[in-house]
């Protein structure tokens, strides 16, 4: 007679401290992170989950490449604005 033991023992080697956040979270997180590339800072430092999530998003790339040309041109539009009166 032989007596066979099956052991199995699962180890998942995969640990991943990244966090992965979805098009919504990165859409809420656009405008600061914006702001902060504008202000030249270091955004990717204060938010690596939405530079992560911009790597591999083509469109959340798109939505932020649009979001700084808007800011900016506010930003002018504001400056060329014309001072009446005095
Ligand atoms: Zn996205």
Do not use: R
Not at 12 to 22: D, K, N
Not at 45 to 58: D, I, N, R, T, W
């Amino acid at each position: 007679m032989t007596e066979v033991k099956w052991q199995m023992l699962l180890k998942s080697a995969f640990e991943t401290e990244e966090v992965e956040i979805g098009c919504e979270d990165c859409h809420e997180a656009l405008d600061m992170y914006a702001e902060l590339l504008l202000e030249k800072a270091d955004p990717a430092a204060a938010m690596p989950a939405v530079e992560q999530h911009l790597k591999q998003c083509q469109c959340c790339a798109g939505e932020l490449e649009a979001l700084l040309i808007m800011i900016n041109e506010a930003v002018l539009g504001n400056e060329a604005s014309p001072t009446v009166g005095g």
